[in-house]
C-alpha cells in the first residue's frame, strides 16, 4: 500500500502564494511520477502539473508560468509553487503518484487538500 499525504493548503487573497506538498511513503520501488490535480465545486478533476522521475514536466494551461511543480526524490517529496493566486485557482487539490510495486506500476491519490482564494 502506498499513502500521500498532502499539506500547505489554506486561505489566501487574490495575487498571494502558496506552496502545497505532498509526501509518499510505503512499499514501492520507484515513483514513476507524481502531480497534483484540482477540482473545483461541480467541476471535474484536471491537471494541474505532473513531473517525472528525471524531471520533466507537464502543466495545465491556466497555471502555467504561476505555478511551478518540483521534487525531492531522497524524500519522496512533490512541492507545489503557486504564485499570482486567482480566485478562480479555488479547489481542492489533489496529490497523486504513478509507482512500481513488484513489477506493476500502480496509481495513488492523496486525500486533498483545500485552496482556497478570496479577499
Known amino acids: 500500500q502506498v499513502q500521500l499525504v498532502e499539506s500547505g493548503g489554506g486561505l489566501v487573497q487574490p495575487g498571494g502564494s502558496l506552496r502545497l506538498s505532498c509526501v509518499a511513503s510505503g512499499r514501492f520501488s520507484r515513483i514513476n511520477y507524481m502531480g497534483w490535480y484540482w477540482q473545483a465545486p461541480g467541476k471535474e478533476r484536471e491537471l494541474v502539473a505532473t513531473?517525472?522521475?528525471?524531471?520533466?514536466?507537464q502543466y495545465g494551461d491556466s497555471v502555467k508560468g504561476r505555478f511551478t511543480i518540483s521534487r525531492d526524490n531522497a524524500k519522496n517529496t512533490v512541492y507545489l509553487q503557486m504564485n499570482s493566486l486567482k480566485p478562480g485557482d479555488t479547489a481542492v487539490y489533489y496529490c497523486?503518484?504513478?509507482?512500481?510495486?513488484?513489477?506493476?506500476?500502480?496509481?495513488?491519490w492523496g486525500q486533498g487538500t483545500q485552496v482556497t482564494v478570496s479577499s
Open positions: 497523486n503518484t504513478n509507482v512500481g510495486v513488484f513489477g506493476l506500476n500502480q496509481l495513488y
Open positions: 513531473i517525472t522521475s528525471d524531471g520533466s514536466t
